[in-house]
């Protein structure tokens, strides 16, 4: 059973900086992408980040581009949301999520492409 497990979530000021990461246990799959979505109340779960096997490729939606960086350690089959300068509007709980991809070189960006989901940690920005 594929299990994502994501942490370091909390609550932080405006400007502040977190941490998440996420780790996969429970499967063979020998590639497969990784993405960071979120959702805030009321709200549809949105695209954040995501990156390819052989973390070559990434993308970001553009309201996190150059403040978030989204990494792996396949080692350690886990992945890592660095968040920089958080604002209000980056409040919401997030989540990772996981694809199987043989080719390894693809990253992909819709809730409806990713097979398995993490519980969601919650991030609170304070203003």
């Known amino acids: 059973q594929v299990q994502l497990a994501e942490s370091g979530g909390g609550l932080v000021q405006a400007g502040g900086s977190l941490r998440l990461s996420c780790a996969a246990s429970?499967?063979?799959?020998?590639?497969?992408?990784m993405g960071w979505f979120r959702q805030a109340p009321g709200k549809e779960r949105e695209f954040v980040a995501a990156?390819?096997?052989?973390?070559?490729?990434?993308y970001y939606a553009d309201s996190v581009k150059g403040r978030f960086t989204i990494s792996r350690d396949n080692a350690k089959n886990t992945v890592y949301l660095q968040m920089n300068n958080l604002q209000p509007e980056d409040t919401a709980v997030y989540y990772c999520s996981l694809k199987r991809d043989s080719s390894g070189s693809y990253y992909y960006v819709r809730v409806s492409d990713y097979e398995y989901w993490g519980q969601g940690t919650q991030v609170t920005v304070s203003s």
């Open positions: 990156i390819s096997w052989s973390g070559v490729s990434t």
């Open positions: 429970g499967h063979t799959f020998r590639r497969y992408a």
